[in-house]
């Protein structure tokens, strides 16, 4: 709020007015250009953090926050649907359902199933109806002034069908305290004392706050879903400073829960008034709360929110960097508000002491409230005053006979607003001037404090310079640049917008060009073109035979240059002379470049066809051959049958043929041939076209190997020792057995039995030779040796075993039993073990050819009874592995002897039990080395076995 005291004039240069005001409540309007969005709803959030973060507003202190009922019945709001813009709503119903436009249906039909309230009850007119799914939201509060308020909506879908029926959900805010009987409901409408419902503000009754929503065309109609609600209206209580106050705001379905409402209470609307400090908005180029030294006074106005009733004196105390009575003048520490009146004022002036001090400040702190030790706090800087600048158009040209604006571009410093005045009387921030020769132009500015600035510009006038140079000589169609002279945008008659361009005019042309620097000039220059003869060539042949030559004649110009397409060799040493003779191999384009003594150019062409005749190209039957084998060469040309087709074949011989051919050539050496042909047809006769075709020799295969027979797998060792190879030469052997190779020296395994004829192909590129091997490698088969052993199981106990040849393909055997013993030709040997242990038998097979088979068998003799007995042991006390003990499972007698190296016998026993421990019968412990044992032992089968081993004393 800005104040200006009319019944206190000020002689001030500027008056900036500070206020200091006791709270006033401020309503916010709906922006109508602003589009309407669906409020957005959160039901998550604690009460006490509704109280104070959504209502709270200043002057109060809340405690002992409480609700009761659903708590998706109460939320925050946010969004542009409503007046206001935040806040709390509580509902009958789920607040989420809020949350949508107007659809015409009605909005939470599922109710909430929460008791009602008991305040509410006693309200309503009809006794046999009660309060149901009520939200209930209660605290305490101490205000700091004689007032509280706050701002609300009431929302209805009861709007407008229910309207004057008994269906009518019910609300208040019930305050209680001192000053106040009971609970007393300070929901009403204002200037009465009814009470907000359905039937009090609709459309026909306290009309003027009521907004209808049924309509598709309301403003909210999309944004909001309530069919109707309250314009913003406001809940005070007269209330006693500094005492505590209940306060209880509830919201309840009547009897039937189908259809909600809902109450929005504004964020930050829940105050008490207080003593505030704000800032009015200062002139343009100062800071808030300034003072300018020398020039800026403020007007301290201290305006409360309602005149008082008697002559008040409010207190306050000053603060900050500045000195009272040094830096700013000296004034009061208090003012009073005398009786009937809002404001009182104080005149707050900088004292300019042409020190650089940099910013100082003034700090007002003013006591909120009686009850409430707050206290506001507002600061006032004090400037020092620099002297202002001015700034204005650089000195700049015109054309003759322009105009230019002369304007500030900026002023700094000194105080905001200028006055300005220029050397030619106007006193505007711009002028335009119109100078015809060059002229200086003054401003002087003037700020609020009186205080001057001035600069100056130079206007010069410039003259535009544009020349395209004297006129010009061209020969026809020839490009030439032309350029003019000067800098600017250029635009030509041709439409180019370049400072040079490139013509090439076929007959004399006028050209022109408007060059704009700022100022505009224009030149002209006429292009003339010389006049140019054609030349003309002749020929007194202009088809000719290959070989043949023609004379071409050129003629009506002065200098001339040939060259050809395709390049003709035969026009070298020609290139510059009116007559020439040529000899083209092929059709052949001449051109001539001629110049006349302007040297300008003239070009002229003529063709000489070339009959090439017939093409005496031909083809071998493939790329290369062999001695003796047949050749065959076909014409591939177009001549005719009735053309002359001269062959050369030089060294052939010719099988066959005539004519245009196919001939069929043999020749009875190798190396490259070579064949020819020209053909005289369609009045020409070609040129001579050559191929060659190379002979090889036809190779001779010949091999040797190392072995003739021998038993499987017979391996031999082949060599090539074939004749007329080259490097392309390759191999392929067949070995009889289905196996082939491609090496040249291959050795190959043989590994089944049989006679086998080998055969090597050599191939040597176009020419092959096969040698087959009339003796057969001879392979033979191995006997297969095989012996069967009965029993499987062998022990000591049943000791006897027959062991049985089983071989094929043998013509005698050979056994070498575990002992090197040897026997031959026994089919079946009969074997007696005395010791358990595994003895090894081996069988030789052979046959006639010296083929050999063998095979080797083990038989395991086993003791018949279960021992378990040591490798070695460490008899040295320290109860780790310190005896040589045995033992065993079955045995009904036992009996071991232990030896030392000599035979001696050092230990006996015939129980299992008894362990060695490691001592000689003389008790001493026995040298660390290995002792043979024998054990005898009689299984519980009364059958009798026996052992013999050795142990390992370790120290």
């Not at 609700?67 to 709390?88: D, E």
């Not at 001493?924 to 081993?949: H, L, Q, W």
Request: aromatic letters at 12%.
């Amino acid at each position: 709020m800005l104040l200006i005291d009319k019944k206190k004039p000020m002689h001030l240069k500027n008056i900036i007015y500070v206020i200091f005001i006791l709270f006033s409540l401020v309503f916010s309007n709906l922006d109508s250009t602003a589009q309407c969005t669906t409020l957005d709803i959160n039901d998550n959030i604690a009460d006490s953090t509704l109280v104070k973060d959504f209502l709270l507003g200043d002057g109060v202190k809340v405690s002992n926050i409480k609700y009761t009922g659903s708590l998706k019945a109460i939320g925050s709001f946010s969004g542009n649907a409503l007046p206001f813009k935040s806040g709390i709503v509580m509902s009958t119903g789920k607040v989420k359902e809020i949350s949508a436009p107007n659809s015409g249906s009605v909005i939470g039909i599922i109710p909430l199933n929460t008791n009602g309230s008991s305040i509410l009850d006693s309200i309503i007119t009809n006794s046999f109806d009660k309060t149901l799914d009520a939200s209930t939201l209660e605290f305490d509060f101490i205000p700091t002034s004689d007032t509280v308020r706050f701002n609300y909506i009431f929302a209805s879908e009861e709007y407008p069908t229910y309207v004057g029926s008994g269906f009518n959900d019910v609300f208040g805010f019930f305050i209680s305290g001192p000053g106040f009987t009971g609970k007393e409901n300070i929901a009403i409408i204002p200037n009465t004392n009814s009470y907000v419902s359905i039937n009090t503000v609709n459309d026909t009754a306290n009309s003027d706050y009521y907004i209808n929503n049924n309509d598709i065309s309301s403003d909210t109609y999309n944004c909001f879903p309530f069919n109707g609600y309250t314009t913003v209206l406001q809940a005070i209580a007269r209330v006693v400073p500094c005492q505590k106050y209940h306060i209880v705001l509830v919201i309840a379905d009547v009897s039937d829960p189908t259809y909600d409402s809902g109450v929005f209470l504004e964020a930050g609307s829940f105050k008490s008034e207080s003593v505030k400090i704000k800032n009015s908005p200062m002139k343009a180029s100062i800071n808030d709360t300034a003072l300018i030294e020398g020039c800026l006074d403020v007007l301290i106005s201290f305006v409360l929110d309602k005149p008082v009733t008697k002559n008040t004196t409010v207190p306050f105390y000053l603060g900050g960097t500045a000195t009272m009575g040094v830096d700013y003048n000296n004034i009061p520490t208090s003012v009073t508000f005398k009786a009937g009146e809002d404001s009182a004022s104080i005149v707050l002036s900088a004292i300019k002491d042409n020190l650089v001090e940099g910013t100082e400040t003034i700090i007002f702190n003013v006591q909120k409230s009686i009850c409430s030790q707050d206290v506001e706090t507002k600061t006032i800087y004090i400037l020092d005053y620099i002297t202002p600048s001015v700034n204005i158009t650089e000195n700049t040209n015109i054309c003759q006979g322009g105009s230019k604006e002369l304007k500030v571009i900026s002023t700094s410093d000194g105080i905001a607003p200028y006055t300005f005045y220029w050397n030619t009387s106007e006193s505007t921030s711009s002028i335009i001037v119109s100078p015809n020769m060059q002229t200086e132009y003054l401003i002087t500015a003037t700020d609020k404090c009186g205080n001057t600035a001035t600069d100056k510009v130079t206007v010069g006038i410039s003259l535009a310079n544009a020349s395209l140079g004297p006129d010009i000589y061209i020969c026809p169609n020839t490009e030439t640049t032309i350029s003019v002279s000067g800098e600017g945008e250029y635009s030509w008659n041709t439409g180019h917008k370049t400072q040079s361009i490139t013509i090439s005019p076929s007959t004399t042309t006028k050209y022109f060009v408007t060059v704009d620097d700022g100022c505009v000039v224009t030149d002209e220059i006429m292009v003339y073109t010389h006049p140019i003869n054609q030349v003309s060539i002749t020929a007194n042949k202009t088809n000719i035979c290959i070989g043949d030559t023609s004379k071409l004649t050129a003629s009506g110009s002065i200098y001339y240059a040939w060259t050809s397409l395709p390049f003709d060799v035969s026009i070298e040493g020609q290139e510059n002379k009116n007559i020439i003779h040529v000899a083209p191999e092929s059709t052949t384009t001449y051109l001539i470049v001629a110049s006349d003594s302007n040297f300008c150019q003239t070009y002229s062409s003529i063709v000489i066809g070339v009959n090439e005749g017939a093409s005496p190209y031909f083809e071998f039957s493939s790329s290369g051959g062999c001695v003796e084998n047949d050749i065959k060469v076909h014409y591939k040309g177009n001549g005719t049958p009735n053309g002359q087709y001269h062959w050369n074949f030089y060294d052939a011989f010719i099988k066959q043929g005539t004519g245009v051919g196919p001939y069929n050539l043999k020749w009875n050496t190798s190396g490259y041939k070579k064949v020819s042909l020209s053909v005289t047809d369609f009045g020409c006769t070609s040129s001579t076209y050559y191929d060659s075709i190379y002979i090889f020799d036809i190779p001779l295969a010949d091999f040797s190997y190392d072995i003739t027979n021998g038993c499987i797998p017979l391996q031999v060792t082949f060599t090539d020792y074939s004749l007329f190879l080259n490097e392309n030469s390759s191999y392929f052997w067949d070995f009889g057995d289905g196996t082939i190779s491609t090496e040249q020296n291959p050795v190959h395994n043989f590994k089944k039995s049989g006679n086998f004829l080998v055969s090597l192909r050599v191939n040597t590129g176009f020419c092959s030779n096969t040698k087959t091997e009339q003796y057969p490698i001879q392979v033979y088969p191995n006997p297969n040796a095989s012996f069967s052993v009965s029993p499987d199981n062998v022990t000591i106990l049943d000791p006897v075993v027959d062991v049985v040849n089983m071989s094929y393909g043998a013509d005698s055997i050979k056994w070498v039993l575990w002992n090197d013993s040897v026997i031959f030709n026994k089919n079946k040997l009969n074997l007696v073990f005395h010791d358990s242990g595994i003895y090894s038998i081996n069988l030789w097979a052979f046959n006639n050819y010296g083929c050999r088979d063998s095979i080797e068998n083990v038989i395991m003799v086993k003791t018949d009874v279960t021992l378990y007995i040591p490798k070695s042991f460490t008899p040295n006390e320290d109860d780790i592995n310190d005896v040589f003990k045995i033992y065993g499972k079955g045995i009904s007698k036992f009996e071991i002897i232990i030896y030392n190296r000599w035979g001696e016998v050092i230990h006996t026993s015939d129980d299992i039990n008894n362990a060695w421990d490691g001592k000689t019968k003389n008790k001493e412990i026995a040298k660390p080395g290995i002792y043979p044992y024998i054990i005898k032992v009689t299984n519980d089968k009364s059958r009798e076995s026996k052992i013999a081993g050795y142990i390992v004393l370790l120290n």
